[in-house]
């Protein structure tokens, strides 16, 4: 009769991220190493660092030998679940816009409207006193 293999999802294993309580991803698997930190050869400072999250390349890059990858099979607890990953709760903003026109202009600060009115406005007499002269 086959085991039942336990699923965890990323988000699950991102909170066991302590020293009494040490889980690590590697390959898809969940591994509980609390009990393995004092004695890693490495310290445990390096599991610690990996704690609660996907740990491969960090394991790749030291280059376990084959006994390590068999003893890290002990501490195995279950699998990554392989839906897609969790993406973080967006928050939907409640401020609204002013319905019209006028308001929306009534909010924009004085600085950013004031030079180009002047502008327009220079422009106007100006155009009005050429157009008057002709």
């Known amino acids: 009769m086959p085991t039942l293999t336990k699923l965890y ?7 066991h991220n302590t020293k009494n309580d040490c ?5 898809g698997k969940v591994y509980d190493v609390s009990t393995y930190l004092d004695d890693h ?3 445990d400072d390096v599991l610690l660092e990996v704690t609660g999250k996907d740990a491969k390349e960090a394991f790749e890059d030291a280059g376990h030998s084959q006994d390590a990858r068999e003893l890290m099979e002990t501490f195995c607890i279950g699998e990554l679940e392989s839906s897609m990953p969790e993406l973080p709760e967006l928050k939907i903003s409640t401020n609204k816009e ?3 026109l ?3 202009l009534k909010d924009i600060p ?3 409207w004031a030079v180009p009115v002047a502008v327009v406005g220079v422009s106007l007499i100006t155009g ?3 157009l008057r002269r002709k």
Do not use: K
Request: net charge negative; charged share 10%.
């Open 41 to 43: 050869p490495g310290g």
């Open 23 to 27: 889980w690590i991803v590697i390959d």
């Open 98 to 100: 002013p319905a019209n």
């Open 9 to 15: 999802s990323m988000h699950e294993a991102s909170q």
């Open 110 to 112: 004085v600085q950013y």
């Open 102 to 104: 006028a308001q929306r």
């Open 128 to 130: 009005f006193f050429y």
